[in-house]
Protein backbone atom coordinates (compact mmCIF):
# COMPACT_ATOMS: atom_id res chain seq x y z
CA UNK A 1 0.00 0.00 0.00
CA UNK A 2 1.79 3.13 -1.56
CA UNK A 3 -0.91 6.04 -0.53
CA UNK A 4 -2.15 6.50 3.00
CA UNK A 5 -4.88 8.90 4.14
CA UNK A 6 -4.84 9.97 7.89
CA UNK A 7 -7.94 11.48 9.25
CA UNK A 8 -6.93 13.42 12.91
CA UNK A 9 -9.18 15.71 14.67
CA UNK A 10 -6.34 18.27 15.16
CA UNK A 11 -2.86 18.47 14.53
CA UNK A 12 -2.06 20.39 17.86
CA UNK A 13 1.19 19.32 19.87
CA UNK A 14 -0.22 15.85 21.77
CA UNK A 15 0.74 12.33 22.60
CA UNK A 16 -1.87 10.99 19.49
CA UNK A 17 -0.60 13.99 17.51
CA UNK A 18 3.57 13.47 17.68
CA UNK A 19 3.24 9.68 17.18
CA UNK A 20 1.25 10.21 14.05
CA UNK A 21 4.61 12.93 13.24
CA UNK A 22 6.97 9.68 13.62
CA UNK A 23 4.33 7.27 12.29
CA UNK A 24 4.51 9.15 8.98
CA UNK A 25 8.23 9.87 8.58
CA UNK A 26 8.64 6.07 8.88
CA UNK A 27 6.01 5.51 6.02
CA UNK A 28 7.53 7.76 3.74
CA UNK A 29 11.26 6.99 4.29
CA UNK A 30 9.73 3.25 2.52
CA UNK A 31 8.09 5.25 0.07
CA UNK A 32 4.36 5.79 0.30
CA UNK A 33 2.95 8.90 -0.24
CA UNK A 34 1.34 10.32 3.13
CA UNK A 35 -2.14 12.97 3.02
CA UNK A 36 -2.95 14.20 6.90
CA UNK A 37 -6.73 15.68 6.61
CA UNK A 38 -7.58 17.09 10.20
CA UNK A 39 -10.70 19.15 11.25
CA UNK A 40 -9.97 21.67 14.19
CA UNK A 41 -7.51 23.16 16.44
CA UNK A 42 -4.60 25.15 16.01
CA UNK A 43 -2.24 23.47 13.25
CA UNK A 44 0.94 23.93 15.42
CA UNK A 45 2.25 20.33 14.14
CA UNK A 46 1.77 21.42 10.33
CA UNK A 47 5.15 22.96 9.23
CA UNK A 48 6.51 19.24 10.96
CA UNK A 49 4.04 17.59 8.84
CA UNK A 50 4.90 19.18 5.59
CA UNK A 51 9.38 18.73 6.57
CA UNK A 52 8.45 15.33 7.13
CA UNK A 53 7.40 15.07 3.46
CA UNK A 54 3.70 14.34 3.96
CA UNK A 55 0.72 16.59 2.31
CA UNK A 56 -1.33 18.26 4.86
CA UNK A 57 -5.05 19.56 3.58
CA UNK A 58 -7.30 21.96 5.30
CA UNK A 59 -10.28 20.92 2.99
CA UNK A 60 -12.01 19.69 6.31
CA UNK A 61 -10.34 22.32 8.66
CA UNK A 62 -12.86 24.18 10.79
CA UNK A 63 -16.07 22.95 8.59
CA UNK A 64 -19.80 22.39 9.87
CA UNK A 65 -19.72 18.24 10.61
CA UNK A 66 -21.92 18.01 7.36
CA UNK A 67 -19.63 19.56 5.12
CA UNK A 68 -16.86 17.37 6.27
CA UNK A 69 -18.47 14.27 5.47
CA UNK A 70 -19.66 15.43 2.68
CA UNK A 71 -16.22 16.69 1.63
CA UNK A 72 -14.82 13.87 3.15
CA UNK A 73 -16.74 11.31 1.07
CA UNK A 74 -15.82 13.38 -2.47
CA UNK A 75 -12.34 12.99 -1.65
CA UNK A 76 -11.98 9.47 -0.79
CA UNK A 77 -13.86 8.31 -3.60
CA UNK A 78 -11.04 7.25 -5.11
CA UNK A 79 -9.28 3.56 -5.41
CA UNK A 80 -6.05 2.69 -4.15
CA UNK A 81 -5.60 4.35 -0.89
CA UNK A 82 -5.84 3.10 2.72
CA UNK A 83 -7.69 5.74 5.36
CA UNK A 84 -6.43 5.52 8.50
CA UNK A 85 -8.26 7.39 11.51
CA UNK A 86 -6.99 8.53 15.17
CA UNK A 87 -9.04 9.93 17.47
CA UNK A 88 -13.24 10.40 18.57
CA UNK A 89 -14.30 12.70 15.58
CA UNK A 90 -12.04 11.89 13.11
CA UNK A 91 -12.86 7.91 13.59
CA UNK A 92 -16.77 8.90 13.08
CA UNK A 93 -16.27 10.76 9.73
CA UNK A 94 -14.05 8.10 8.08
CA UNK A 95 -16.25 5.32 9.01
CA UNK A 96 -19.50 7.44 7.65
CA UNK A 97 -17.79 8.15 4.67
CA UNK A 98 -15.30 5.30 3.61
CA UNK A 99 -16.01 1.80 1.99
CA UNK A 100 -15.79 -1.46 4.62
CA UNK A 101 -12.46 -2.91 4.83
CA UNK A 102 -10.23 0.20 3.61
CA UNK A 103 -10.59 1.92 6.89
CA UNK A 104 -8.29 1.27 9.61
CA UNK A 105 -8.59 3.30 13.61
CA UNK A 106 -6.15 3.62 16.11
CA UNK A 107 -7.03 3.99 19.62
CA UNK A 108 -4.78 6.13 21.62
CA UNK A 109 -6.49 6.25 25.36
CA UNK A 110 -7.65 4.02 28.21
CA UNK A 111 -10.81 6.04 28.42
CA UNK A 112 -14.13 6.38 27.08
CA UNK A 113 -14.47 6.63 23.21
CA UNK A 114 -16.16 9.89 23.97
CA UNK A 115 -15.54 10.63 27.31
CA UNK A 116 -18.19 13.13 28.05
CA UNK A 117 -20.61 10.91 26.35
CA UNK A 118 -22.58 8.45 28.50
CA UNK A 119 -21.35 4.73 28.39
CA UNK A 120 -24.14 3.26 26.33
CA UNK A 121 -23.95 6.29 24.02
CA UNK A 122 -19.62 6.23 23.97
CA UNK A 123 -20.16 2.25 22.99
CA UNK A 124 -22.88 2.40 20.39
CA UNK A 125 -20.69 5.14 18.45
CA UNK A 126 -17.67 3.05 19.24
CA UNK A 127 -19.17 -0.41 17.58
CA UNK A 128 -20.33 1.99 14.37
CA UNK A 129 -16.79 2.73 14.18
CA UNK A 130 -15.26 -0.44 14.81
CA UNK A 131 -17.77 -2.19 12.60
CA UNK A 132 -16.88 -0.13 9.74
CA UNK A 133 -13.31 -0.67 10.15
CA UNK A 134 -11.37 -3.63 8.83
CA UNK A 135 -8.52 -3.28 11.52
CA UNK A 136 -8.52 -1.43 15.10
CA UNK A 137 -5.08 -0.58 16.57
CA UNK A 138 -4.62 -0.22 20.16
CA UNK A 139 -1.25 1.42 21.52
CA UNK A 140 -1.07 -0.85 24.47
CA UNK A 141 -2.39 -4.19 25.90
CA UNK A 142 -4.22 -1.59 28.22
CA UNK A 143 -6.10 0.40 25.33
CA UNK A 144 -6.85 -2.82 24.36
CA UNK A 145 -8.09 -4.42 27.28
CA UNK A 146 -10.48 -1.22 27.99
CA UNK A 147 -11.95 -1.62 24.49
CA UNK A 148 -13.13 -4.94 25.62
CA UNK A 149 -14.14 -4.46 28.72
CA UNK A 150 -15.92 -1.08 28.14
CA UNK A 151 -17.55 -3.38 25.12
CA UNK A 152 -16.64 -0.97 22.30
CA UNK A 153 -16.15 -3.54 19.79
CA UNK A 154 -18.19 -6.97 18.95
CA UNK A 155 -15.23 -8.85 17.53
CA UNK A 156 -11.91 -8.88 19.59
CA UNK A 157 -10.17 -10.60 16.47
CA UNK A 158 -9.95 -7.37 14.77
CA UNK A 159 -8.17 -5.49 17.62
CA UNK A 160 -4.26 -5.39 17.31
CA UNK A 161 -1.97 -3.94 19.63
CA UNK A 162 0.95 -2.07 18.01
CA UNK A 163 3.20 -0.20 20.51
CA UNK A 164 4.32 3.10 19.58
CA UNK A 165 7.71 3.90 18.49
CA UNK A 166 9.95 6.58 19.42
CA UNK A 167 11.56 9.39 17.22
CA UNK A 168 14.77 8.21 15.60
CA UNK A 169 15.80 12.40 16.01
CA UNK A 170 14.80 12.95 19.60
CA UNK A 171 16.38 15.15 20.41
CA UNK A 172 16.56 17.26 16.92
CA UNK A 173 19.75 19.30 18.24
CA UNK A 174 23.08 18.14 20.48
CA UNK A 175 21.06 19.11 23.83
CA UNK A 176 22.97 18.46 26.84
CA UNK A 177 22.28 17.62 30.60
CA UNK A 178 21.94 20.42 31.90
CA UNK A 179 24.04 21.87 35.01
CA UNK A 180 22.19 23.37 37.76
CA UNK A 181 22.79 23.51 41.67
CA UNK A 182 19.38 22.70 42.52
CA UNK A 183 17.54 18.66 42.67
CA UNK A 184 15.18 19.21 40.18
CA UNK A 185 12.03 17.51 39.78
CA UNK A 186 9.50 17.56 36.72
CA UNK A 187 6.47 16.47 35.38
CA UNK A 188 5.08 17.14 31.46
CA UNK A 189 1.41 16.92 30.60
CA UNK A 190 -2.09 18.38 30.53
CA UNK A 191 -3.38 20.03 33.52
CA UNK A 192 -5.95 17.73 33.88
CA UNK A 193 -7.34 15.03 36.49
CA UNK A 194 -6.08 12.19 34.78
CA UNK A 195 -2.64 14.01 35.13
CA UNK A 196 -2.91 13.88 38.76
CA UNK A 197 -0.18 16.73 39.64
CA UNK A 198 -2.15 16.75 42.88
CA UNK A 199 -0.37 14.07 44.04
CA UNK A 200 3.04 15.13 43.07
CA UNK A 201 2.21 18.75 44.66
CA UNK A 202 1.21 16.89 48.03
CA UNK A 203 4.90 14.62 47.26
CA UNK A 204 7.07 17.30 46.19
CA UNK A 205 6.12 19.02 49.45
CA UNK A 206 7.13 16.73 51.86
CA UNK A 207 10.28 16.11 49.65
CA UNK A 208 11.41 19.62 50.35
CA UNK A 209 10.23 20.10 53.47
CA UNK A 210 13.08 17.49 54.09
CA UNK A 211 15.52 18.63 50.81
CA UNK A 212 15.53 22.38 51.21
CA UNK A 213 17.39 22.74 48.34
CA UNK A 214 14.90 21.65 45.39
CA UNK A 215 12.83 22.70 43.27
CA UNK A 216 9.64 21.14 40.83
CA UNK A 217 8.96 22.17 37.15
CA UNK A 218 5.53 21.71 36.15
CA UNK A 219 5.06 22.03 31.62
CA UNK A 220 1.71 22.17 30.77
CA UNK A 221 -1.58 23.80 29.85
CA UNK A 222 -5.39 22.86 31.12
CA UNK A 223 -8.16 24.29 33.25
CA UNK A 224 -6.45 22.75 36.58
CA UNK A 225 -3.89 25.37 36.30
CA UNK A 226 -5.85 27.65 39.18
CA UNK A 227 -6.43 24.90 41.80
CA UNK A 228 -3.03 23.60 41.54
CA UNK A 229 -1.92 26.79 42.01
CA UNK A 230 -3.79 27.42 44.93
CA UNK A 231 -2.58 23.94 45.99
CA UNK A 232 0.71 24.93 45.87
CA UNK A 233 0.08 28.12 48.51
CA UNK A 234 -1.42 25.84 50.71
CA UNK A 235 1.56 23.69 51.02
CA UNK A 236 4.01 26.61 50.68
CA UNK A 237 5.99 25.36 48.12
CA UNK A 238 4.82 28.20 45.40
CA UNK A 239 7.81 29.64 45.19
CA UNK A 240 9.73 26.35 44.67
CA UNK A 241 7.63 25.76 41.24
CA UNK A 242 8.68 26.26 37.73
CA UNK A 243 5.65 26.65 35.70
CA UNK A 244 5.45 26.51 31.66
CA UNK A 245 3.00 26.16 29.05
CA UNK A 246 2.40 23.52 26.80
CA UNK A 247 6.46 23.64 24.71
CA UNK A 248 7.98 22.52 21.56
CA UNK A 249 11.00 21.46 23.14
CA UNK A 250 10.58 18.72 25.50
CA UNK A 251 13.93 18.01 25.49
CA UNK A 252 14.78 21.14 27.20
CA UNK A 253 12.45 20.79 30.20
CA UNK A 254 14.10 16.74 30.43
CA UNK A 255 17.54 18.12 30.80
CA UNK A 256 16.91 20.33 33.16
CA UNK A 257 15.42 17.59 35.38
CA UNK A 258 16.92 15.66 38.04
CA UNK A 259 13.83 13.70 38.11
CA UNK A 260 10.88 13.14 35.74
CA UNK A 261 7.81 12.12 37.33
CA UNK A 262 4.49 10.74 35.12
CA UNK A 263 1.86 10.84 38.05
CA UNK A 264 -1.25 9.95 36.11
CA UNK A 265 -4.14 8.07 37.00
CA UNK A 266 -4.11 6.20 33.75
CA UNK A 267 -2.32 6.65 30.47
CA UNK A 268 -2.91 5.09 27.00
CA UNK A 269 1.05 4.76 26.72
CA UNK A 270 2.58 7.87 27.97
CA UNK A 271 4.83 8.63 25.01
CA UNK A 272 6.90 11.13 27.25
CA UNK A 273 8.22 8.17 28.77
CA UNK A 274 10.13 7.46 25.26
CA UNK A 275 11.35 10.66 25.49
CA UNK A 276 12.78 10.19 28.95
CA UNK A 277 14.37 7.01 28.64
CA UNK A 278 15.84 8.45 25.25
CA UNK A 279 18.12 11.28 27.48
CA UNK A 280 18.33 8.59 30.02
CA UNK A 281 15.96 10.90 32.51
CA UNK A 282 15.37 8.80 35.64
CA UNK A 283 11.62 7.97 35.64
CA UNK A 284 9.39 7.69 38.82
CA UNK A 285 5.88 6.86 37.34
CA UNK A 286 2.54 5.48 38.47
CA UNK A 287 2.03 2.23 38.26
CA UNK A 288 -1.34 1.96 36.24
CA UNK A 289 -2.23 1.51 32.56
CA UNK A 290 0.17 1.13 29.84
CA UNK A 291 2.90 2.66 32.10
CA UNK A 292 4.10 -1.05 33.39
CA UNK A 293 4.26 -2.09 29.89
CA UNK A 294 6.06 0.73 28.57
CA UNK A 295 8.86 0.57 31.79
CA UNK A 296 8.63 -3.03 32.69
CA UNK A 297 6.81 -4.83 35.14
CA UNK A 298 9.89 -4.97 37.76
CA UNK A 299 10.70 -1.12 36.81
CA UNK A 300 11.84 0.02 40.05
CA UNK A 301 10.50 3.97 40.15
CA UNK A 302 6.57 2.70 39.87
CA UNK A 303 4.29 4.18 42.93
CA UNK A 304 0.82 3.36 43.30
CA UNK A 305 -1.27 4.97 41.88
CA UNK A 306 -1.77 8.70 43.58
CA UNK A 307 -0.67 7.57 46.78
CA UNK A 308 1.74 10.82 47.54
CA UNK A 309 3.57 8.65 50.50
CA UNK A 310 4.73 6.15 48.05
CA UNK A 311 5.31 8.48 45.60
CA UNK A 312 7.52 10.60 48.20
CA UNK A 313 9.45 7.33 49.18
CA UNK A 314 10.40 6.48 45.17
CA UNK A 315 11.72 9.75 44.61
CA UNK A 316 13.86 9.74 47.94
CA UNK A 317 15.10 6.49 46.71
CA UNK A 318 16.47 7.74 42.95
CA UNK A 319 17.33 11.00 45.11
CA UNK A 320 19.86 8.89 46.71
CA UNK A 321 19.99 6.13 44.49
CA UNK A 322 20.55 3.50 47.09
CA UNK A 323 20.09 0.77 44.49
CA UNK A 324 23.07 1.87 42.08
CA UNK A 325 20.90 1.77 39.12
CA UNK A 326 22.21 2.18 35.58
CA UNK A 327 19.13 4.17 33.79
CA UNK A 328 21.04 4.13 30.35
CA UNK A 329 21.04 0.45 30.70
CA UNK A 330 17.78 -0.37 31.35
CA UNK A 331 16.12 1.94 29.21
CA UNK A 332 18.36 1.23 25.87
CA UNK A 333 16.46 -2.53 26.44
CA UNK A 334 13.87 -0.98 26.73
CA UNK A 335 13.53 1.19 23.87
CA UNK A 336 14.65 -2.16 21.71
CA UNK A 337 10.93 -2.38 22.02
CA UNK A 338 9.96 0.55 20.83
CA UNK A 339 11.69 1.05 17.45
CA UNK A 340 9.37 2.86 15.03
CA UNK A 341 10.57 0.75 11.93
CA UNK A 342 8.80 -2.45 13.74
CA UNK A 343 5.84 -0.21 14.24
CA UNK A 344 5.80 1.12 10.04
CA UNK A 345 6.43 -2.96 9.29
CA UNK A 346 3.44 -3.86 11.55
CA UNK A 347 1.34 -1.13 10.60
CA UNK A 348 1.95 -1.93 7.11
CA UNK A 349 0.73 -5.24 7.41
CA UNK A 350 -2.55 -4.37 8.89
CA UNK A 351 -2.81 -2.35 5.79
CA UNK A 352 -2.31 -5.12 3.56
CA UNK A 353 -4.72 -7.46 5.00
CA UNK A 354 -7.48 -4.45 4.76
CA UNK A 355 -6.70 -4.37 0.97
CA UNK A 356 -6.76 -8.39 0.50
CA UNK A 357 -9.63 -8.30 2.03
CA UNK A 358 -11.70 -5.64 0.18
CA UNK A 359 -10.05 -6.96 -3.13
CA UNK A 360 -11.41 -10.25 -2.51
CA UNK A 361 -15.25 -8.94 -2.15
Not at 199 to 204: G, N, Q, R, S
Not at 327 to 348: A, G, T, V
Request: glycine fraction near 4%.
Amino acid sequence: MNKVIHCITTIERGGAENQLLILIKEQINVGKKVIILYLKGEPTLKQDFLDAGAEVLDILYKKPLLIQILVMYKFIKKEGYILHAHLPRAELISAATCKKNKLIISRHNSEKFFPRAPKFLSSFLSILVTNKASACIAISESVKNHILSNKEILSKDKIEVVYYGYDIKFPNNNYQKTSHTQFTIGTIGRLVEQKDQKTLLKAFAEFSRINSNSKLIIVGEGNLKGSLIDLAKRLNILDKILWSDKTNNVADYLLKMDIFVLPSRYEGFGLVLLEAMQLSIPIVAANNSAIPEVLGLNYPGLFETSDAEDLLKKIALFHHNTLDINFSSIYENNLSRFNPIFMEIKIDGIYNSSLENFNSK
